[in-house]
Every structure is written in C-alpha cells, then in structure tokens.
C-alpha cells in the first residue's frame, strides 16, 4: 500500500496538474510558433448555415440530425523570421463537458478553405474557423440555450492549456 501511495506522489510531482491561462475576446496570445486572437463568433441554425454555405453541406454532414453551426473569425500571426506552416485543425472548440474539431466539410466552402496554412515571416491573416455541433450531443436545456459565451477555442493543453473565449 505505502509503494501505490509513494508512486501516486512520484507522478504528480513528475506531471503537475495543467494550467489554464484564459484569453478575452480580441486578445493575442501564443499559439505555437504564432499568436492567436479571436475576433468574434456566431452560432447559426441549420438553416442559417445551408444559407451560407449551400445545401451541399447536408450531404456532407448527418442530415437527419439537427445541427447548429459555430463560426469563429480569427487572426493568426506568425511572429517568426522564418516561414511557416499552421495547422488550424489543432484549434478544438469546447465547453465544460464537450469538444470537437473542425467541420473540414464546411471549413473547405470558406475563405480558409484548407486545414493548414502557409504564413511567410511576420505575416498574418484572418481566418474562418467553423465548427459543427450536433442537438443529440447536448441535453435539450443545453440545446435550447446554447451561447457562445459557454465555449471557447483551445489549442495548447499541457502544461498550460489555453482558453480563446468567443465573447
């Protein structure tokens, strides 16, 4: 029993419990080898995103269940002398109890229509980060009231774990 409880204190000290470092609306802050800020969001109902996006997107998405869509517009800089690739399918939105990646099916219909992007040295650029949430993930209530104001963009999770909130 004496060596479980002396390996429990042996892990904690060698993996301490993750930081969080939360990052408001309109705020830079490092994302790997470039900064990150989110400038706004949305949530769009099904009908709102096949009015943007098309009616393509049921095909590409479970038709049969209601979905909502989250927009995220952001600004990614590289702060580097050097060119460099960013990968915006690490950047996951999440609340308290849920997380997902972003929809490649819609994110291919935007301005950002690739999962990974080429900045030269200093460059920055906005870009369209959307993300699909399905009504049978969710409670009703959670449904019903859903706010951006709940979610938050993460791209770093350990030892620190960055929070990007949307509003």
Do not use: H
């Not at 029993?1 to 470092?21: E, G, H, S, T």
């Not at 308290?96 to 030269?120: S, V």
């Not at 906005?126 to 699909?132: E, T």
Request: charged share 30%.
């Amino acid at each position: 029993m004496l060596a479980v409880v002396f390996r429990i204190i042996w892990v904690n000290k060698q993996y301490p419990q993750v930081q969080y470092q939360d990052v408001v609306l309109g705020q830079e802050a490092k994302w790997n080898d470039c900064t990150l800020k989110i400038n706004g969001g949305k949530i769009l109902d099904k009908e709102q995103a096949i009015e943007e996006f098309g009616k393509g997107i049921i095909k590409d998405l479970d038709g049969t269940v209601d979905f909502r869509l989250i927009e995220v517009n952001a600004t990614i800089k590289n702060t580097s002398d050097t060119n460099t690739v960013v990968y915006i399918y690490d950047l996951y939105i999440e609340n308290l109890t849920y997380a997902n990646g972003i929809a490649a099916e819609i994110q291919k219909l935007t301005d950002t229509y690739r999962l990974d992007i080429d900045l030269k040295a200093k460059e920055e650029k906005q870009v369209k980060l959307c993300y699909v949430v399905y009504k049978n993930q969710f409670k009703k209530r959670d449904w019903n009231k859903m706010n951006l104001k709940d979610f938050w963009i993460t791209g770093e999770y350990y030892p620190v774990k960055k929070r990007w909130y949307l509003l």
